[in-house]
């Protein structure tokens, strides 16, 4: 394996640890990107990944990630990242999640964790026993903000997805767009409930097929295979699963005018914005779509602010896009350069 400095997702980070816990098996990595605007906050991903190079690029890709997304949300945070390395089986081991707290706990606060995929509220409970470095806790009181923050992100996403088909097609509702939604779990599903709502046409795919069908059958929505909802003639594609979908081949064959979703890091590449923006797709970035969890678990952690202001918040993030496509469509530069650029100088980079 090379240097970690040497390897391309390597975008200045402050530090990089690799940790091991020998009683549990737990292996671990925290990616501290940047810490310039407060400690570096950024959720937990528990994953399988198939060699540590992978899961050192994640953990790379994602902490840069959540540096941006904190920036362009306007909180005083910084970015990381942390990605648990899970066997085939996913198996969490008992006091796996307390040695996992300990290693949060050794770096005195400059990381701040949260969920991700593959965590819940309650392995952020055990975590918590061990350090105070830690939200995306239950709430005590249906005001606070905090809890699981699924459902901001969903919403968030949901009200990108109105801006976009405004922006984009000049409507002033999704009644009647078509959706193409890949992956539907926590967030996905919320995504695609809200659509549904407002009478959009949803296309859904998802690896586990059952989830799929139970929400096509509440939501009305058609079921597709994995290797066809990107191809789908629709409005939009809204990724909500893992990240770099968005490559040379696949943007060659999307079929749809807006790209829209949740799912971090959706560019593989950074040549791939330009791909996308000279196919003439309206791209929403990830990081500034997808704040909505951030936002919540972020006001949670600094005790700054209530669930009210955590919706207020969320509701200015279509302001944010439209900020970057206006600037997008003005110099003709792909939306993801904008919106890197702006992230940057917030970054004193």
């Known amino acids: 394996m090379s240097a970690i400095w040497d390897l391309r997702d390597f975008d200045g980070h402050e530090a990089v640890h690799f940790f091991h ?21 950024g959720g937990t991903r528990f994953w399988h990944y198939e060699n540590r190079e992978t899961a050192v690029t994640d953990a790379l890709r994602l902490s840069r990630g959540m540096s941006f997304k904190n920036a362009m949300a306007g909180l ?3 970015g990381g990242k942390a990605v648990i390395l899970a066997d085939r089986n996913r198996t969490k081991a008992a006091g796996m999640m307390a040695a996992f707290g300990r290693m949060v706990d050794s770096l005195g606060g400059r990381y701040v964790t949260a969920e991700d995929v593959g965590i819940s509220t309650a392995d ?15 709430i005590s009181d249906q005001g ?4 699981d923050p699924g459902p901001f992100t969903s919403m968030g996403v949901y009200l990108g997805i109105k801006a ?9 509702s999704v009644e009647d767009v078509h959706v193409a939604v890949q992956g539907v779990g926590s ?10 709502k407002d009478g959009a046409r949803l296309s859904i795919a998802d690896i586990n097929r059952e989830h799929a069908n139970n929400l096509a059958k509440e939501t009305g929505a058609a079921v597709v295979g994995l290797d066809e909802i990107m191809r ?4 939009v594609f809204s990724p909500n699963a893992l990240g770099a979908v968005l490559d040379k081949v696949s943007i060659a064959h999307l079929n749809v005018p807006i790209v829209a979703g949740a799912a971090n890091n959706q ?17 929403a970035p990830d990081y500034v779509i997808n704040s909505g969890g951030i936002i919540s678990v972020g006001l949670e952690y600094l005790g700054d602010g209530d669930v009210d202001e955590v919706n207020r918040r969320v509701a200015k993030i279509p302001e944010r896009l439209i900020e970057i496509w206006q600037e997008s469509d003005a110099r003709q530069l792909p939306s993801a350069e904008v919106a890197d650029n702006m992230a940057q100088t917030l970054l004193g980079r």
């Open 21 to 41: 816990d020998s009683q549990t098996g737990l292996r671990a990595i925290i990616a501290l990107h940047s810490t310039h605007l407060g400690p570096a906050a």
């Open 76 to 78: 005083p945070l910084g």
């Open 124 to 138: 952020m409970v055990e975590v918590s026993k061990q350090t105070k470095y830690v939200s995306g806790l239950p």
């Open 144 to 147: 606070d903000a905090g809890g």
């Open 164 to 172: 976009a088909v405004k922006h984009k097609l000049g409507r002033d």
């Open 187 to 196: 967030v996905g599903g919320g995504v695609a409930r809200l659509l549904a």
């Open 232 to 235: 789908l003639e629709a409005d």
């Open 267 to 283: 560019l593989a590449t950074p040549e791939d914005g330009q791909r996308i923006f000279d196919r003439g797709i309206l791209f």
